[in-house]
């Protein structure tokens, strides 16, 4: 008896929040309503160089990301004004449950049940106006790292982890990692090849049907880089460089009307 009863609620719970990730998948994809995204930043290393340009932050400093989203959406039928806003918050004191390289299988799934639950607890300690998709930015002090670790969005997990330089001078790279990492959470998929980080043809490509096909004047958001030959490409320097391909708009629901 009791066992059922245990076994009946631990599936209604599942039920529960299956549904309620299934219908916040579907409203942040319908793009009928604004998008709210919450910017939380993190100091990543605790080093001087990265609290200061936490603190410089601004609202505006994700205009850019803003306007991109604005200008995109339309050329594949969207027709809301402003299909994202973004809303800056206080940063955070701890940084989301990271994952090692080398992780496991099993280590996988623990460490995406933990950033789900530290995503859960950051926007219930908000207590007004939370937003739908929470992007962590983690912030470098570039003189401590030359490399940084990959960034991520959860496709179904509305949130995503995005590791950025700590410098002015990166401010706009820094946008076009967000915004990359932004789509993964509406459920676009990488388009460069994992061998050597090329844009893959067409997908990657924001220009596909383009003649001639090189060099191709804009970086497909999901690829990352301008192809200017079949095998040469460079990075954009900012989002007046990127577009959205027509796969990517395919799959966040952005549809040709
Ligand atoms: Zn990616």
Request: avoid cysteine; hydrophobic fraction near 45%.
């Amino acid at each position: 008896m009791w066992r059922t009863i245990r076994i009946s609620l631990l599936l209604l719970t599942l039920v529960a929040v299956g549904f309620s990730a299934w219908f916040d998948q579907h409203h942040t994809t319908s793009w009928q309503h604004s998008v709210w995204v919450g910017v939380f930043p993190v100091n990543a290393d605790g080093s001087r160089a990265a609290a200061r340009y936490i603190d410089d932050l601004r609202e505006p400093d994700f205009a850019p990301l803003v306007e991109f989203i604005a200008r995109e959406a339309p050329r594949y039928g969207v027709s809301i004004a402003a299909p994202v806003s973004v809303r800056l918050y206080a940063p955070l004191r701890a940084a989301p449950p990271l994952l090692e390289p080398t992780a496991g299988a099993l280590t996988r799934v623990l460490w995406s049940l933990n950033l789900r639950r530290f995503r859960w607890q950051t926007l219930h300690s908000i207590t007004r106006s939370r937003p739908q998709i929470a992007l962590f930015v983690l912030y470098h002090d570039p003189a401590r790292t030359a490399v940084l670790p990959h960034s991520l969005g959860l496709q179904r997990g509305l949130m995503g982890v995005v590791h950025v330089f700590a410098a002015h001078s990166q401010h706009d790279q820094n946008a076009v990692v967000i915004a990359h990492e932004l789509l993964h959470t509406f459920g676009a998929t990488d388009k460069y090849s994992a061998a050597d980080d090329s844009p893959l043809f067409p997908a990657g490509y924001a220009e596909p049907e383009r003649r001639p096909r090189y060099p191709q004047r804009y970086a497909e958001l999901m690829a990352g880089r301008i192809p200017l030959s079949p095998t040469t490409q460079v990075m954009p320097d900012d989002l007046s460089q990127v577009r959205v391909g027509p796969a990517s708009a395919r799959e966040i629901g952005w549809r040709m009307r």
